[in-house]
């Protein structure tokens, strides 16, 4: 049977991003402890998956950071009480540079944390602002020495393109500026303005401070030769790692693994079926147990998930998604620019990744 990947989701956050699309609610001590209570009767509940294998842990949201480490230790203790939980478990949590201080860090590496996953997004303190961040570059910059002080090997920061007012200078200072804190691994996004948010009502009021498309996309292919050059392998659109520091959890998904989800919001793939708790804290504390079963079509989502990676998918993939290998090399002949055949792989070229969207329709529409 393969392994198990568990995915923890603590949805509490104390400010808002101004681009926040995440399922999360405000910072509370008395709902955060019933969430942790809550917690311990859902990990109970799994008897089903009782003694499977787990070599994955990830803590995201929200904001795990706000947890105290005593009580995400007691969390791990549960898990490896219910589940055989490898002792070379992979155990991240996402974390905001402004809720972490030494005595914190050292308390999440005793807790059994062994990769962080920081939420720098910018050292430009106006960037920061604007995105409605609490911590400023100095302080994103201070947390990594002082988490590899804590004993944190493994840490992945995070950046973001098309922040407003960022420009081609403040972004390449950004990563370099990163490229130098020596992180193993660095997740870089392009910013997403969703409908209705401050920042799409901020875009509407001034767009002229926000980067266009083909700046974007020069940040985007500029910052993938640089992280190249100083020794990242480009391994999935978003992702980059010093060889063998990728995010075993996150391949997880994109390999279309299993995993199970655990707190409000949580989304779960187990025996081809997809399922996931309601986006409701109260709801969710009411009956941690309680899930609704979400559409799915394994076939495609392999194919969708799998070309996120520089693997790229087999075309047996692509069959199994109702693109037989003739049709598959005819539309990757089409779509030329974006996509390339080698062996009995298909996968996407850089300047598909910015456009995976509209490549992925094309090859599968
Ligand atoms: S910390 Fe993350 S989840 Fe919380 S408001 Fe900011 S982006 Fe959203």
Known sequence: MQTLGIYLHVPFCRTRC????????????????????????EIEGWAAH????????????????LLAPEEIGAILGWLANRFDVDPEAEVTAEANPSDL???????????????????????????????????????AAAVIAEARAAGFERLSLDLMVGIPAQTEASFAASLERAI?????HMSLYLLEVHGGSELDFLKRERPRLFPGEEAERRRYLRMRERLRAAGFRHYEISNFARP?????????????????????????????????????????LADPLAIEDLAADPATERVLLGLRLEEGVELGALAAAGVDEAEARRRADR???????????LRLRPEGYLVSNSVLAGLLG
């Open 101 to 139: 201080h030494p005595e914190r860090l050292a308390g999440l590496r005793r807790a059994g944390v062994n990769r962080l996953s920081i939420g720098v997004q910018s050292f430009c303190d106006r960037e920061l602002g604007l995105l409605g961040r609490r911590h400023d570059g100095a302080r």
């Open 18 to 41: 101004r681009y926040c699309d995440f399922y999360r609610v405000g910072e509370n001590r008395a709902r955060m402890d019933r969430f942790v209570s809550a917690l311990a009767r």
């Open 244 to 284: 063998g520091a990728e995010c075993r959890h996150n391949l997880r998904y994109w390999r279309s693994g299993e995993w199970l989800g655990l707190g409000p919001a949580a989304h779960s793939s187990l025996g081809g079926r997809r399922f996931r708790h309601p986006p409701d804290l109260e709801r969710w």
């Open 50 to 65: 009782a003694g499977r294998r787990v070599d994955t842990v990830f803590l995201g949201g929200g904001t795990p950071s």
């Open 335 to 345: 779509l030329a620019p974006f996509v390339e055949i080698r062996g009995d792989r």
């Open 180 to 184: 130098a804190l020596s992180p193993d």
